[in-house]
């Protein structure tokens, strides 16, 4: 394997890693109005969430600056082409990041409320435009012969992209009913255990569309045999369908591992289909970015790999003890009542 192809599915894992683990918090936010019945059950649903969500940002803030590292060519076209898409989802997390400062700030349940539907909009906002930035890696933006971005915003919006959107949307509500049920108790666990097995066949059909939609893309505008893609896709495929299993026998744990899995796969399986390219140019596919023509010198690689060799355990290491810290259901009870 070379240094261009480490880099490229180093990055791949990242991503699926930010998904994994910032898919459920987003999915917590996203059933902020429908599952809790009181204030004290909203403060639990932030509090599953509140130790463990900023860490989580770290991923998507690694699988940036790795892209920079290893192919600025990439770095440069794909920011540039998606900057609005990427600016409104800046937006979307600074509103969620003030949700959980500020909803504390005041017992009025109208300034509470406030930003409770904040903490949502930022929690459907921001999945939903990456699923749709991700999309358009493989669906293809239009790019001049120097490779830089020829179009405009609304290139960014095609069926299959909105429909990605759309599909991670689903996807991470139902990860996160996952989590909730694997995390709270009493009432709450039981209305999440509920939510999940309602939304277990919605995520599996749009999971499976969006898998099936993503190899006729990845065959038409990246010019790729299904040989190597489809083995992902269908486990993933097969991981979804046990966590809907899971949901309907109200087995929380294997559900989130399912769920889990089934995000690692998915996105395996964008990645497999993108490569070689690392942005489809369309309609001339002559300009797409690979991944030979948009990464660093292979000084640069060899650098910033050991740098990624021995600063990679040390944030495993940190975000693992910070979940081994945070493992215990919550009651719901407030600290010092118990």
Partial sequence: MSL?????????????GYFVLEGFDFGVGMLLPVLP??????DTMFEAIGPVWDANEIWVVLAAAATFAAFPVWYATMFSSLYLALLLILVCLIVRVLSFEWRSKSDDPRWRRVWQWANTIGSIGAPFL?????ADLLHGLPLNSNQDFAGSFGDLFSFYSVFAGLAVVVFFAFHGAGYLALRTSSDLHRRAVAMSRRLAPVAVVGGAALLAWTLVVAHDNNHRTLTAPIVPAALALIALAI??????LRRSGPMFAMTALAIVLSVATLFVSLYPRVLVSSPDFANS???????????ALKVITIVALV???????????TYYIFRRRLTGARVGHE
């Fill in 37 to 42: 019945r009181d204030d004290e059950e909203r």
């Fill in 4 to 16: 261009e192809e480490f880099w490229f599915f180093l990055i791949a894992l990242l991503w699926a």
């Fill in 311 to 321: 600063l990679t355990p040390i944030v495993l290491l940190y975000q693992g003890w």
């Fill in 130 to 134: 990456w699923g749709l930035a991700l």
């Fill in 243 to 248: 966590a809907a299993t899971a949901a309907y």
């Fill in 289 to 299: 970015l690979t991944i030979d023509n948009a990464a660093s010198a292979h000084y």
